[in-house]
């Protein structure tokens, strides 16, 4: 079992930074996928970045790709994500996942979920 505990959240402005940090209890901490996705009101949950065991992320999604950045600390068992540039677009419950999913960027394929942290940007 993994428990994974989001932290991080808040308003902020837009074009304002924030980073998230997820804290994952368990020994095997370091052989997970761990992935971050969002969820606006109405809308589907949106993959945002992961990486794998190996420190390899998944190429990031358009919406994010060259303002958010993950990165994991196995000695910490913590993973984060950075959120540079933000825009009212990016308003939304932030969720860190852990699994062994073959494809990072599908929610469906993880076995462990935070409870998220809400990200709210103004304009």
């Known amino acids: 079992q993994v428990q994974l505990v989001e932290s991080g959240g808040g308003l902020v402005q837009a074009g304002d930074s924030l980073r998230l940090s997820c804290a994952a209890s368990?020994?095997?901490?370091?052989?997970?996928?761990m992935g971050w996705f969002r969820q606006a009101p109405g809308k589907e949950r949106e993959f945002v970045a992961a990486?794998?065991?190996?420190?390899?992320?998944?190429p990031y999604p358009d919406s994010v790709k060259g303002r958010f950045t993950i990165s994991r600390d196995n000695a910490k068992n913590t993973v984060y994500l950075q959120m540079n540039s933000l825009k009212p677009e990016d308003t939304a419950v932030y969720y860190c996942?852990?699994?062994?999913?073959?494809?990072?960027?599908?929610?469906?394929?993880?076995?462990?979920w935070g409870q998220g942290t809400q990200v709210t940007v103004s304009s």
């Open positions: 368990g020994r095997t901490f370091s052989s997970y996928t």
């Open positions: 990486m794998r065991w190996s420190g390899i992320n998944t």
């Open positions: 996942a852990a699994g062994f999913p073959p494809r990072a960027t599908m929610a469906d394929e993880y076995d462990y």
